[in-house]
């Protein structure tokens, strides 16, 4: 369900093919487009000094028009090939929801943690929270978001802040291991606590829509969307047994899945691979990206890898969107060991010559192009 008008002819500065690339999305979202997705980003031609924009600008200047343009100045030598897009997604740390609601907010230079107060909140505290509209996050995250948003028309998409996963963002309120003994010591009282904290979510996520662009939308996952969606997550799942994963997780995933249009779950690391099947099981879940982690990659074990092939067809064979992020030189070895329907690559490049060289080495068949 589009919260707004869907702007079938909104050509973007930085992407000038963005109109049709918006039509692939939306039929790659409905499951009706036969070929795959490539994203494809690297610096334009004749650009020498480039690198990856710095995501955590939000949080390092308190000056969001600053921010936006030094955004619009990577775009202009940035190239966005294939499915890629100038993604601006307002990045204040995985699981800002928490500092919304009274964790600590520790920003080391790289990334921020979200930790408990030093009196964590007790499950009782949880169930009584409410979103505070003049909470210093709350006003960080609202002037960026309208900020970005007020900038953007006809330039760039503007990605949604990462929110946090439902148990991630509890974690942070009270702490990992008192969130685990909740679950043997208060599992009634926790599971009141979730519900609380998947209202306060929701809520979170609708206001910040309203701030928003109309008619479409993307997130830190960078893939636009005309309706409501989100990378739904649950890091805390790495130490969780499948049985408490089904008690405790299922339960708020599924019904993320009932309240947006479309949801991808994020599965991240080794430890969660079993509870995919679980995952597989909700029908409303749109699909699944998945990531190795740093430890399997520098194995050589990255999302391209063979070894994970058994995985990607088995979220295949369920009809799942199936994203990944992968090394050029994997693209098309999956390209010819995966269905193309469904699946999304994103592709980091040195140069757009070895971009346009991948371009023409992948089967023309098994790429989705306006």
């Given at each position: ?368 192009k306006p």
């Amino acid at each position: 369900m589009s919260w707004g008008v869907w702007e079938k002819h909104m050509p973007l500065l930085y992407k000038e093919d963005w109109d049709e690339y918006k039509e692939l999305y939306k039929a790659w979202w409905d499951g009706e487009l036969r070929g795959a997705l490539l994203q494809l980003i690297s610096p334009k031609q004749n650009v020498v000094m480039w690198r990856s924009w710095d995501s955590w600008a939000f949080v390092k200047y308190n000056d969001p028009v600053y921010v936006v343009k030094s955004f619009e100045s990577w775009c202009k030598e940035t190239y966005f090939g294939g499915a890629a897009f100038p993604n601006l997604w307002i990045n204040f740390g995985p699981g800002i929801l928490g500092a919304m609601l009274g964790s600590q907010f520790i920003f080391t230079g790289d990334t921020v943690w979200f930790k408990p107060p030093e009196k964590p909140f007790s499950l009782r505290e949880i169930c009584e929270l409410e979103l505070d509209f003049n909470n210093k996050w709350w006003v960080k995250v609202k002037q960026a978001t309208e900020t970005a948003s007020m900038m953007s028309k006809g330039r760039f998409v503007v990605g949604i802040t990462d929110i946090g996963g439902v148990l991630d963002v509890m974690a942070s309120l009270r702490g990992t291991l008192n969130l685990i003994k909740d679950m043997f010591v208060e599992p009634k009282l926790l599971e009141e606590a979730i519900m609380r904290i998947l209202g306060i979510w929701h809520e979170c996520y609708e206001e910040l829509l309203k701030l928003m662009p109309k008619g479409g939308m993307s997130s830190w996952m960078g893939i636009w969307c005309p309706s409501k969606w989100y990378p739904i997550q649950c890091d805390l799942a790495y130490i969780l047994s499948p049985k408490l994963f089904k008690k405790f997780v299922i339960p708020h995933i599924r019904e993320h899945c009932l309240r947006l249009d479309y949801t991808i779950y994020h599965l991240d690391g080794p430890n969660q691979l079993p509870h995919v099947d679980t995952l597989l099981e909700i029908e409303e879940l749109t699909g699944i990206q998945w990531v190795p982690g740093a430890a399997m990659s520098e194995r050589g074990h990255h999302g391209g890898s063979s070894i994970w092939l058994s995985l990607y067809r088995k979220i295949q064979k369920r009809g799942k969107r199936l994203v990944l992020g992968v090394p050029l030189t994997s693209v098309k070895f999956l390209l010819d060991n995966l269905s193309p329907r469904g699946l999304l690559l994103s592709v980091s490049c040195y140069s757009k010559r070895e971009a346009d060289k991948l371009m023409e080495r992948v089967p023309k068949n098994k790429i989705a192009k306006p």
